[in-house]
């Protein structure tokens, strides 16, 4: 799924910069961390890029569609207080648990002050989101 508040997610509207997972207990490897499609950044710009009247990411065939074009795909691991900065185009999911361990994570969105910018020219004062979305589309 993406963490977007708008319903019709496009470019211009964007307001989420960073999702944020901030670990409240340990997850080691196979105890069910967020996984996230680390290679879905690009693919997610190019389909909102096409569809400027919005797109609903949440909509089943749209995230199968992305998911089907990731293949890079990490497993969110750490010790408590860790925090994972995640750009706001990269598809996560819960995992399953091999084992019972309970595993608690905080998941605060953190929003740009301003409209994002990209035009395509690099310009100073771009943010590394805004940079990652802008190479993407290039």
Not at 51 to 72: E, H, I, M, Q, Y
């Amino acid at each position: 799924h993406y963490d977007d508040p708008n319903r019709q997610a496009t470019l211009q509207n964007q307001r989420l910069g960073l999702v944020a997972l901030g670990l409240l207990t340990e997850v080691k490897p196979g105890d069910g961390g967020t996984h996230l499609a680390t290679d879905s950044i690009g693919p997610t710009a190019r389909l909102l890029q096409k569809r400027p009247g919005g797109l609903n990411l949440d909509d089943p065939f749209v995230r199968r569609k992305l998911k089907r074009k990731s293949k890079r795909v990490v497993e969110v691991t750490g010790q408590v207080g860790d925090v994972t900065l995640v750009h706001p185009f990269v598809l996560h999911a819960r995992a399953e648990a091999a084992q019972p361990t309970m595993r608690i994570l905080a998941n605060p969105n953190i929003f740009f002050n301003q409209p994002m910018r990209l035009e395509s020219s690099q310009s100073e004062g771009d943010s590394l989101v805004e940079e990652a979305i802008i190479r993407a589309l290039q």
